[in-house]
């Protein structure tokens, strides 16, 4: 299995301030079709994950255009320009490349 | 609008069974291979298996802690997704959710709790 790695995995930030995400996965993620199926998601505390970011770095509607995502091949990289009070939760990296789909440990993002 | 509706989650003793629903609704449910992926408390997530679209042949994969004890269908005229659980561990008790090949969205989850 693909083993997604990412770090940091706690982050303390001071709102307002930038934040970065590092997501390795054990494997390239180029499928043959060429595209690259890496997400990432977002959890909110007591909420369901939600999808952010698909195929590296297309952001989902509704979502505020300080998140980003970029990376290519077996390193990923999920930043926020400016950290605001409800992006406290935890962030997971996913690849869907191959089966099975896996998912990283998560990075849980709290305010400083 | 799309939406996920998960159900059936419930309290069950090891080795009992158990099968959950997903209602699906605002996609062409019978155009979408579908996943269950599950996240134990306090813990991360993880895949569980998908089932594809039938046009696509309709089979089932399965990651190896579940293999061979769950089993994953789907129901086209009801837009309904099934997962069948066999022989429950105690490493099985999670929040299972039900979702489109893509990832999103979400629905609220189910919670199974497998404890003697």
């Known amino acids: 299995d693909v083993v997604m790695t990412q770090s940091p995995l706690s982050l303390p930030v001071s709102l307002g301030q930038p934040a970065s995400i590092s997501c390795r996965s054990s494997?390239?993620?180029?499928?043959?079709?060429?595209?690259?199926?890496l997400n990432w998601f977002q959890q909110r505390p007591g909420q369901s994950p939600r999808r952010l970011i698909y195929?590296?770095?297309n952001r989902d509607s509704g979502v505020p255009d300080r998140f980003s995502g970029s990376g290519s091949g077996t390193d990923f990289t999920l930043k926020i320009s400016r950290v605001e009070a409800e992006d406290v939760g935890v962030y997971y990296c996913?690849?869907?490349?191959?089966?099975?789909?896996?998912f990283g440990q998560g990075t849980k993002v709290e305010i400083k | 609008e799309v939406q996920l509706v998960e159900s059936g989650g419930d309290l069950v003793k090891p080795g009992g069974s158990l099968t959950l629903s997903c209602a699906a609704s605002?996609?062409?449910?019978?155009?979408?291979?579908m996943n269950w992926v599950r996240q134990a408390p306090g813990k991360g997530l993880e895949w569980v298996g998908r089932?594809?679209?039938?046009?696509?042949?309709?089979?089932?994969d399965y990651v190896a802690p579940v293999k061979g004890r769950f089993t994953i269908s789907r129901d086209d005229s009801k837009s309904t997704l099934f997962l069948q659980m066999n022989n429950l561990k105690t490493e099985d008790t999670a929040v299972y959710y039900c979702?489109?090949?893509?990832?999103?969205?979400w629905g609220q989850g189910t919670l199974v709790t497998v404890s003697s």
């Open positions: 979702l489109p090949d893509g990832g999103n969205p």
């Open positions: 605002g996609f062409t449910f019978n155009n979408a291979w």
């Open positions: 089932i594809k679209s039938k046009s696509d042949g309709g089979t089932t």
């Open positions: 494997q390239s993620l180029v499928h043959r079709s060429g595209n690259t199926y």
């Open positions: 195929m590296v770095s």
């Open positions: 996913m690849q869907g490349t191959h089966w099975p789909k896996t």
